[in-house]
């Protein structure tokens, strides 16, 4: 199956500072990569989508100068919370799509990483 | 109209009961639906995809279609204890890449 590998799966930093969180497939390249963030009890909210070798395009209100994201490879796509503040602390997750399994697109859908909560404080 | 509603729930089900859990969407163009199971703390995890009208199952749980009524389901069997957990609808408006979730229905499983 396909596998998601999100890092770090926790991590706290001082405000003012900035905080790179990668997301990688394993096993699959992944054509295009989804950065969300969900906040306690509430769904997840799609921030930006990332296509390799191409500029993400962000969704509405998400500020694409703060939330840097870059998607270098099929295999890699990392976010950068600059200039955190503690209203950016959120859980924060990837989620890749490609097409894997025998027969390549037979199985074509989401999956996602692990999460990483961030605390700024 | 949200694009995904769900119930918030919390929706409880005796131990071995049937769960069902429901959702709609407003985008008659939606290809592809999907639920997803998500436990306090961690990220949402695939439990079934469906694209066409109609039931699909797999093991305990069987995803609806109704695309006339643009309208999916899971329904979980003889649900345990571990079942308890807020479960995402999710679909893709538009028939493009991108997903759009529900705000999840929380689901208790009582022994």
């Known amino acids: 199956g396909a596998v998601v590998s999100q890092h770090p799966s926790r991590v706290i930093c001082k405000s003012g500072t900035s905080v790179k969180i990668e997301c990688r497939s394993l096993d699959f390249q992944a054509t295009t990569m989804f950065w969300y963030r969900q906040f306690p009890k509430q769904s997840l909210m799609l921030m930006a989508t990332s296509n390799e070798g191409s500029k993400a395009t962000y969704e509405q209100g998400v500020e694409k100068d703060k939330f840097l994201i870059n998607h270098a490879s099929l295999t890699l796509s990392t976010l950068t919370v600059t200039s955190a503040h503690p209203e950016d602390s959120s859980f924060y997750i990837c989620?890749?799509?490609?097409?894997w399994g025998e027969g390549g697109a037979s199985n074509y859908g989401y999956t996602f990483g692990s999460g990483t909560r961030l605390t700024v404080v | 109209q949200k694009e995904v509603e769900q119930n918030s729930g919390p929706l409880s089900v005796p131990e071995g009961a049937i769960a069902s859990l429901n959702c709609t969407y407003s985008d008659r163009v939606s290809q592809s639906f999907f639920w997803y199971r998500q436990y306090s703390g961690k990220s949402p995890e695939l439990i079934m995809s469906?694209?066409?009208?109609g039931d699909k199952e797999d093991g305990r749980f069987t995803a609806q279609l109704n695309k006339a009524s643009q309208y999916v389901s899971l329904l979980i069997r003889d649900s345990q204890p571990s079942d308890s957990a807020t479960y995402l609808c999710a679909v893709n408006p538009g028939g493009g890449n991108k997903l759009t979730f529900g705000t999840g229905t929380q689901l208790k499983v009582e022994l």
């Open positions: 989620s890749a799509r490609g097409a």
């Open positions: 469906i694209y066409s009208n």
